[in-house]
């Protein structure tokens, strides 16, 4: 190989032959193979097993990919869409939220505020066998009839409520025939 003047090695120019289509082509030695033995068999090539990590990656690949390639879409006949009910599991919680539980602030104190002692409700006491009273303005009958008999230990037959036109809430109790109102009245002391 010649040498620059800086001795730097410089390649040789490849040598070239002529074609028909005028392209150059470099000079290599053509292979041949050798000649088939006479009565030779094909030889059974062993065959080839996917590899482990090949097979798991198409195995990942499918799983990707789905079963359900072609979603069919239902047909909506209906302008309004209704979820799809779901499984709702009751609450189990890890602690309480509250350290204590909520007073009942309805108790049988709360409710009953007062009996009245006006003369129309001693004239009730004594014919109509019922005791009237000033309640709480959220109780109910059934609250007011619980209250009474905690309270007085008597069963109401029936209760009536009504509010005055100075915002209060007034309960008559009719009493059942087994007990007595003025009986009732004396024990509690307001007759």
């Known amino acids: 190989m010649p040498k620059s003047s800086k001795g730097v090695k410089q390649a040789e120019p490849k040598k070239q032959t002529k074609t028909t289509g005028g392209a150059a082509k470099t000079d290599k030695p053509k292979q041949t193979k050798p000649p088939k033995a006479a009565g030779a068999k094909k030889q059974a090539k062993p065959k080839q097993t996917q590899k482990p990590k090949d097979k798991a990656l198409a195995a990942k690949k499918a799983i990707k990919k789905g079963t359900r390639t072609r979603v069919l879409r239902k047909v909506r006949t209906n302008a309004i869409f209704r979820p799809p009910m779901t499984l709702r599991l009751p609450r189990n919680p890890k602690f309480p939220r509250f350290s204590l539980r909520h007073r ?76 007595d109102a003025l009986e009732t009245a004396n024990k509690i002391g307001f007759v």
């Open 104 to 179: 009942n602030k309805l108790d049988q104190y709360t409710i009953i505020r007062s009996p009245v002692s006006s003369e129309s409700a001693m004239k009730k006491i004594e014919d109509q066998n019922t005791l009237v009273f000033y309640v709480h303005n959220k109780a109910n009958k059934h609250h007011i009839n619980e209250a009474v008999f905690k309270l007085y230990k008597v069963k109401a037959a029936k209760v009536n409520t009504l509010v005055t036109p100075k915002g209060k809430k007034k309960a008559y109790v009719k009493l059942t025939g087994d007990f």
